[in-house]
């Protein structure tokens, strides 16, 4: 390593790679620099790039470290090196973005430096941007759902891929939930892998009713959700080995399935990921190798029917089919949860009747960062004891920022 003004220079694949301002610390709590999360993912290089090789990736930038919100940059710098390559990508928005494609470990080493803490690629390769490689189930549990329980709603999951012909592959999602993917072959577009994905939830909610949802509107879930969104063209999800953003630097870490039952995530960091790959094989080293149709699983669409979608009103809008209120829209979550402990001490009475499911905090797209809506599900609150909708506690417009 060499050091210049502000930076040192690093020598990776042959390449000269940048790191500007090494020092900077990403991970207050774990003491981890931009420098240390280089060093990461230069030594688990391998095994990261499998994830991400080729594909097409949203720059998810903690500018600030992990304590600060991230932006979200689809288009890459124009000040690039000339081997850092690009795909376009077109949206049904009728835009269009040339996003970052990493092939070596010198471009994820740049990538890192940009700030991006974690890998959030496509499900496709750059060589076909259509018709996706790869389907991926996030199983998200609701609030005050047991860990145990997402494992074995992972374990439904992958009986169902397995009575459908494709092979599952486990892995921690670093955060609360939990991934399993499938690697399916590149003749299907979008709206069929989504449609898939969806097929799957439905099934592993009717084999697992008490266990897990389908329900796409948020008040409506129990359990783990079974997220089959992420499979829609726009969509991403952090990668095999990436670091997250959370106070110990987890890492989103794949398993063999004889891992699965009684893991912690908590096991799976930066400081610990580098030694277990250096004692065992990457336990998905095969998965490019198992690539099946996707067709099972459409013909499982077609027997299960269309979701019924309640009515709207006349307004157009949807329906609410519990009794809802918003409290807060804000540019970050503690400042979501600060105006939502704002309304309980306003609210004793209802708040104690509240299970911890009702509380939805939703983290909404903006133009480049994500904007946090609190509302509360008002179910299990008596009806003489409901409030009516109240001016916002907070109301931080997105689109004005």
């Not at 009728?94 to 080493?109: I, T």
């Not at 807060?328 to 104690?352: G, K, L, Y």
Request: glycine share 6%; proline share 9%; net charge neutral.
């Amino acid at each position: 390593m060499a050091r210049v003004a502000q930076g040192l220079t690093v020598e990776v694949a042959g390449r000269q790679v940048q790191v500007t301002h090494p020092d900077k610390v990403v991970f207050p709590r774990a003491g981890l620099t931009k420098l240390d999360l280089v060093r990461y993912y230069l030594e688990v290089a391998d095994e990261a790039l499998a994830g991400v090789r080729d594909r097409p990736m949203v720059l998810k930038r903690f500018v600030r470290g992990i304590d600060e919100e991230a932006f979200f940059q689809k288009r890459a710098p124009d000040r690039r090196p000339d081997w850092v390559e690009v795909a376009e990508l077109h949206y049904a928005s009728g835009r269009s973005a040339a996003e970052v494609v990493v092939r070596d470990a010198a471009a994820l080493a740049w990538v890192v430096n940009l700030g991006c803490v974690d890998l959030n690629p496509h499900p496709v390769r750059d060589r076909d941007l259509e018709h996706p490689d790869e389907l991926r189930i996030d199983l998200d549990p609701v609030p005050g759902v047991p860990w145990g329980q997402v494992l074995d709603v992972a374990a439904v999951a992958r009986e169902v891929l397995d009575d459908h012909g494709l092979a599952a592959w486990p892995k921690t999602s670093g955060s609360r939930g939990f991934h399993v993917y499938a690697r399916i072959e590149p003749r299907w577009g979008f709206p069929a892998l989504r449609l898939a994905a969806q097929a799957v939830a439905r099934e592993v909610a009717h084999r697992a009713p008490d266990l897990a949802t389908s329900r796409w509107w948020k008040e409506e879930r129990h359990g783990v959700f079974v997220d089959f969104n992420q499979n829609a063209k726009d969509r991403t999800v952090a990668s095999a080995y990436s670091v997250r953003p959370t106070p110990d630097a987890r890492v989103s870490t794949p398993l063999g399935w004889d891992e699965v039952p009684g893991c912690r995530p908590d096991r799976f960091t930066v400081a610990t990921v580098p030694a277990r790959l250096a004692e065992r094989e990457d336990p998905w080293a095969g998965l490019d190798r198992a690539a099946g149709s996707l067709q099972p699983l459409l013909d499982l669409a077609d027997r299960l029917g269309p979701v019924r979608r309640p009515e709207p009103s006349g307004s157009g809008r949807r329906e609410p089919t519990r009794p809802l209120v918003e409290v807060a829209r804000t540019r970050t979550r503690p400042q979501a949860m600060e105006a939502f402990e704002r309304w309980a001490d306003r609210h004793p009475d209802v708040t104690a009747h509240l299970h911890p499911a009702d509380v939805l905090v939703d983290g909404m797209r903006g133009r480049s960062s994500v904007w946090y809506r609190v509302r509360v599900n008002l179910e299990h609150v008596p009806a003489g004891l409901r409030p009516g909708q109240e001016p916002l506690e907070a109301d931080y417009d997105p689109w004005s920022a």
